[in-house]
C-alpha cells in the first residue's frame, strides 16, 4: 500500500517513497471491500499484524480489485518521487 498505512476509506492520503523512487512505472490497483467488514477502516492507527488476525478471523472476505493503466513517469517525475507520486494518486 503506497500510503503506508490504513485509513478511514474516505480519501487517499500522502503515498510514501518507496514505489517511486526508482522512477519506473508503477501499477496503480484499486481494492475494494465490498462485504460489511471493513477493518482497514475499524482499526485505524493499528499495526499490520493485529489488523491480519482480525481479518483472518472473519471466514470470507468480498474483495473486487480493480487494475488502472500502468503509469509511465516523465522525465520530470523520475527526478522528484514526490511529484511522480502525486501525479499517479
Known sequence: ???GTTTNGTSLINF????????????PLIIE????FHVGM???????LPQLIAM???????????R?????PNEEEKGDWR????NVR
Open 56 to 66: 483472518m478471523c472473519n471466514p470470507y472476505r468480498l474483495v473486487t480489485v480493480y
Open 16 to 27: 510514501q517513497k518507496g514505489a517511486f523512487a526508482a522512477g519506473l512505472p508503477v501499477q
Open 1 to 3: 500500500f503506497p500510503e
Open 42 to 48: 475499524q482499526l485505524v492507527g493499528i499495526s499490520a
Open 33 to 36: 471491500y465490498t462485504d460489511d
Open 83 to 86: 511529484l511522480y507520486a502525486n
Open 68 to 72: 488502472l493503466p500502468i503509469y509511465h
